[in-house]
């Protein structure tokens, strides 16, 4: 995804999202999230964006929460936006890719990677705001498709970098019909395969944790897949 692509899918995404928040109860729960309300979705969004903005070399910005949900929410997609379009895309900072790079030592990733970061968890809380609220959602499958790549090469490797979750026992091959085969790391070259087809949104939603696998094509173990999915998103 372009820099100039991964900005403005993050700006319609948050239009959706500030949008959808007046058609949503501050109180409705929102299944795919434990137990958080819809309020405590908002805010962890909001939250989210001015800690990315901070680390992509904007002002640490502290907003506290009020009544008013969409004001909120929109103070802090203002406080990312103006990072994100004053300061160059293309100077260093720490991302979710320089875990093991100490500081002083180069860094692996540069602003751009906190705009495509951003973008994809404003589309999955997106879906999550809008399922809450039940509404639905068209969104390209282009965009899913991006959403499940970033999970297959940035989140599942940093989790395993980190130790927090196992290597997978099954190699697990994902084949969204509308798009490229992705694949997740770690499994032993010589393990079984377990095979999943679906849809682009099918697929990213299964690697979010936000959907099972129960209404997907899968050829193989569908225990040691469900495995191989635990924690692949912190």
């Known amino acids: 995804m372009s820099d100039t692509s991964a900005l403005a899918k993050l700006r319609n995404y948050q239009r959706l999202f500030e949008a959808s928040i007046a058609e949503a109860d501050p109180a409705a729960p ?3 999230c434990g137990d958080w309300t819809v309020r405590d979705l908002v805010e962890h969004l909001a939250g989210v964006y001015t800690w990315a903005a901070h680390r992509a070399g904007g002002p640490k910005v502290r907003l506290v929460p009020g009544d008013d949900l969409a004001a909120h929410y929109a103070a802090a997609a203002a406080a990312i ?6 300061l160059d895309p293309d100077e260093p900072c720490w991302t979710l890719l320089d875990d093991e790079a100490p500081e002083g030592r180069p860094r692996l990733g ?3 990677f906190w705009h495509r970061r951003q973008a994809m968890e404003t589309l999955v809380h997106l879906w999550d705001l809008r399922t809450a609220a039940g509404l639905g959602l068209e969104i ?3 965009d899913w498709l991006d959403c499940a790549e970033e999970v297959v090469s940035v989140m599942q490797p940093r989790q395993l970098r980190l130790g927090r979750i196992s290597a997978p026992q099954t190699q697990v091959v994902l084949e969204p019909v509308d798009g490229s ?3 997740l790391a770690g499994a032993p070259a010589d393990a079984a395969v377990v095979t999943v087809r679906g849809s682009s949104e099918q697929i990213a939603l299964l690697l979010w944790g936000r959907t099972d696998a129960d209404d997907l094509e899968v050829t193989g173990d569908r225990t040691a897949l469900a495995a191989a999915l635990v924690g692949v998103v912190p």
């Open 30 to 32: 929102v299944l795919s």
């Open 81 to 86: 936006e103006q990072t994100f379009t004053e």
């Open 110 to 112: 540069t602003r751009r």
């Open 140 to 142: 390209s499958a282009e």
């Open 181 to 183: 085969q992705l694949v």
